[in-house]
């Protein structure tokens, strides 16, 4: 399973009227340190998130995996 989370454009504050440009696609076979580091990147303090460690507690992935399992892409100079 490879997980994928794109935080290509992100609305601020949970609303639509702004929105942030990370142009940036986060892969792991591991969805817990996927969601972690995620959250991490977008300024949320992962440890905030109780369904994070729920999940890493039910064995679903972890919060600090080894690097080679987590991998960040960040897209340059798209165009649509």
């Given at each position: 399973v490879l997980n994928i989370m794109d935080?290509?454009?992100v609305p601020q504050n949970g609303t639509t009227?702004?929105?942030?440009?990370y142009k940036t696609l986060?892969?792991?076979a591991d969805i817990v340190a996927a969601e972690f580091f995620?959250?991490?990147?977008?300024?949320?303090?992962?440890n905030s998130l109780k369904y994070?460690?729920?999940a890493e507690q039910a064995g679903f992935?972890?919060?600090n995996p080894p690097k080679?399992?987590?991998r960040s892409i960040i897209l340059k100079n798209s165009q649509t």
């Amino acid at each position: 399973v490879l997980n994928i989370m794109d935080m290509y454009r992100v609305p601020q504050n949970g609303t639509t009227s702004g929105v942030n440009e990370y142009k940036t696609l986060i892969l792991s076979a591991d969805i817990v340190a996927a969601e972690f580091f995620t959250a991490k990147r977008l300024g949320i303090g992962p440890n905030s998130l109780k369904y994070i460690e729920l999940a890493e507690q039910a064995g679903f992935g972890q919060t600090n995996p080894p690097k080679a399992s987590l991998r960040s892409i960040i897209l340059k100079n798209s165009q649509t």
